[in-house]
């Protein structure tokens, strides 16, 4: 099913840097990355991202994303849940499960306040039923909630998990930018290198199942850990 131009519209909303996430808070575990010198120049920050996009929590996310859009548009509320589950669970730190949590939870607030989705189709009354129009909402991890509410407003999974992973990948991009410090042109050029293998991380997750999410990010995984007690931070995560 082709994107339509009022799906486009708010796909670029939804994941565009200025929706209230707080993104530019977290660093995904780069910073410690970078202050053990993994990360020096352009080209170790494509290594790492690229590795994170293929076999660590960018791959992971992006199958989560697929999972809940697919159970929405089912409208299997259970199935949503499921995967909100094993999203939070596979946190493996303090800080990155906060950095999903906090994400998610505050993503889903914006839409039910300014980006509602009708209740009409089957994945808008699963969006209706998991995400209560008032009250405090449970912790949502962020890719859940991104396929969650993208099944709602009817836009097709594989745009949306382009503009998801693009979405990672630029954020972390500008907190590397940031710490290394890297030129904005450098910047670019590496989210310009990530397209294939964005493009390929989407074609799999868009078929996959969350049987088949796994994890060969540790160093990544252990620095996020290692984070929570570096002295000097700009990030949350």
Known sequence: MPVTCAG????????????????FTYSHGLERVIEDGDIRDAASLEDCLAALLRFGSGQADAILLSVAHTAA???????????AALGLALAPSKERH????????????TCRKAWLP????PAGQVFAALVPQQGLLPAWPYPVAVGLT?????????PT??????AFAASLISAAIRAVPLGQTDGQRVLHRLEGVI??????????HLSDIGSAGLSTDIASMLHETQYTRLFRS
Do not use: M
Request: with cysteine.
């Open 8 to 23: 486009l519209y708010r796909l670029f909303a939804l994941l565009s840097p200025a929706f209230p996430v707080g993104a």
């Open 98 to 109: 906060l950095e999903t949590s906090a994400q998610g939870t505050a993503f889903l607030d």
């Open 161 to 166: 998990l382009t503009a998801f992973l693009q």
């Open 118 to 121: 009708s209740a009409e189709t």
């Open 73 to 83: 548009r089912q409208g299997n509320p259970d199935g949503v849940r499921e995967t």
């Open 199 to 208: 493009t390929e991380v989407c074609r799999k997750a868009d078929k996959a």
């Open 150 to 158: 993208a099944a709602a407003w009817n836009i097709p999974c594989g």
